[in-house]
């Protein structure tokens, strides 16, 4: 008998509060996150652990249930444990302050309801029609919010909503906004927008900066603490100001909106023209599992991109991490949990598992990309990834060191020469070709003549289908607040496995090797892409 192992918390004395514990504990660790600087006085249920579980074993467990622990019950099962260790792990955790760990850590929740929309007409009708809906309140953290026709549209449908009572808050980076699109400075000037919802009485947080200088930031965070923002908002700045040096690099990425603490809409589009549009796509057509209007843009400078709504507890999730973020800026305290934010109402409504995922610049480890690795190494059914920028090395190092058995059952979807950056195609074309021989299969999207901004992950194994703002580069890992969510539930999965089809029955699926760089380092523009890859 190990020893300590009497002195053990019975699994049917665990409170909600420690069967989360655990999870979360257990999670952190498997990503390699530092426990012992997150958590006080943690070393001995850390020795357990290291002691216990064959760590590759169980990494490839976790991934096989999808990536992430989301109930206390998987973890019997996991490798190295048992009922009586786990019971004695409790007992190392009960008396432990987790409440760091937890705000770091994916937040899951049962019984939502998600509906996928793609391209701009469902996107822009999806936004408008939930904002239409708001009685209490909108929290809307956006990167972009373009002064075009779409973005008006929005921003009326805010003042009504104001109008109405409703109290509305809104993130938006002004100064990444401004540099507009399509050669067009005038679609980025937001604050003329600004300044109407502003006179409605809308609530609104510049992001271009997202952090405070270093000398102020000892005297801020008090004055932050004495308004009421909390100890683990102030924690996660903390990281935020260690890393960062000056936030010109920093972006806040993220894509969300929750409203009245029943409903969220996010995904991977910001608001404005290239993304919401009402022109029809070409080739539209239903799908017949769930009604989504497929498509290919109909304009060259319309986006390929989507969302999700949720309807359930995952919008309260969605709403902590709005806080945070909000408080830390400047807005004013609010209380997720109060009851005008987060009503008690029955929320069953419907049969999703829903896991939200965040990170931030000086993530302690980045949950997200440790996600979008596990699923590529431990790949054992169809594995799809779809998205826009695959200029990550450490995505690149993971898929070159898979097997071939794993690598036929990846398929990458990519608009590997109608991009918006340029060095994507130089980070495709000299990473792939070894994968390629393997067997991972890669399709085009720029067949289509349009950019695609969608960003979605399927796993057919576990019926998990991740999608959010990340995308896979080096910006993404390491710069930038993100935000994604893992859905796992057979129905939606094989939904989404016909939306994502059609993707890649438009993509040109690439046959000749030819097409990706044997000799990379012969190549110039390799260089180039090593240069720029941490800022693009």
């Not at 019971?87 to 760091?100: I, V």
């Amino acid at each position: 008998m190990e020893r300590g192992c009497m002195m053990k918390i019975s699994v049917n004395n665990w409170t909600n509060t420690l069967k989360s514990n655990m999870v979360n504990f257990i999670n952190y660790y498997l990503s390699k996150g530092p426990l012992l600087e997150v958590v006080e006085r943690c070393d001995e249920a850390v020795k357990l652990l290291d002691r216990c579980i064959p760590f590759n074993e169980a990494a490839k467990y976790r991934q096989f249930l999808g990536g992430v622990f989301t109930s206390h019950l998987q973890l019997i099962n996991l490798p190295g444990m048992n009922l009586g260790r786990l019971e004695h792990l409790a007992y190392l955790l009960k008396g432990l302050n987790l409440n760091k760990l937890n705000v770091l850590t994916p937040k899951t929740t049962s019984n939502n309801e998600v509906d996928a929309y793609v391209n701009g007409p469902d996107c822009l009708r999806v936004f408008i029609d939930e904002i239409n809906k708001a009685e209490r309140y909108i929290h809307l953290s956006v990167m972009l919010f373009f002064n075009d026709k779409s973005g008006n549209q929005v921003a009326e449908a805010l003042i009504h909503a104001i109008e109405r009572g409703v109290i509305v808050r809104l993130m938006v980076d002004y100064g990444v906004t401004a540099i507009g699109y399509d050669k067009s400075l005038a679609v980025g000037r937001f604050e003329k927008i600004a300044e109407r919802l502003e006179a409605a009485g809308c609530k609104i947080v510049d992001t271009f900066h997202t952090c405070y200088d270093k000398k102020d930031w000892p005297g801020k965070r008090a004055e932050l603490a004495s308004k009421g923002v909390p100890e683990s908002a102030l924690s996660i700045q903390d990281y935020v100001q260690e890393e960062t040096t000056i936030d010109l690099n920093v972006i806040n990425h993220r894509k969300f909106m929750v409203i009245d603490g029943i409903t969220a809409v996010m995904g991977s589009l910001n608001i404005g023209d290239q993304y919401m549009y009402e022109t029809a796509a070409e080739g539209a057509r239903k799908v017949q599992a769930d009604s989504v209007n497929q498509g290919i843009p109909g304009k060259k400078e319309q986006w390929h991109d989507g969302c999700f709504r949720i309807r359930g507890a995952a919008s309260f999730s969605l709403n902590e991490i709005f806080s945070v973020q909000w408080t830390v800026l400047g807005g004013d305290v609010f209380n997720p949990s109060d009851a005008f934010y987060f009503p008690d109402i029955n929320r069953n409504f419907g049969s999703e598992e829903c896991t939200i995922f965040s990170s931030f610049p000086g993530n302690p480890v980045n949950l997200i990309q440790d996600y979008y690795l596990s699923l590529i190494k431990y790949a054992a059914d169809e594995t799809i990834i779809i998205n826009p920028y695959l200029i990550d090395q450490s995505f690149w190092d993971q898929l070159q060191n898979i097997s071939k058995e794993q690598s036929r059952h990846i398929a990458i979807c990519n608009p590997l020469y109608v991009n918006d950056l340029l060095t994507n195609r130089t980070a495709v074309r000299s990473n792939m070709y070894q994968p390629f021989l393997k067997g991972v299969s890669f399709y085009d999207y720029s067949e289509t003549g349009r950019f695609s901004h969608w960003k979605i992950a399927y796993d057919k194994r576990s019926n998990c289908v991740f999608h959010g703002s990340y995308n896979i580069n080096e910006r993404s890992a390491c710069h930038d607040f993100e935000l994604g969510v893992l859905i796992k539930g057979k129905s939606f999965a094989q939904k989404m496995r016909k939306i994502i089809d059609f993707d890649l029955s438009v993509s040109n699926k690439i046959t000749n090797e030819k097409e990706f760089f044997k000799h990379p380092l012969l190549h110039p523009s390799t260089y180039i892409h090593k240069i720029t890859k941490g800022i693009t």
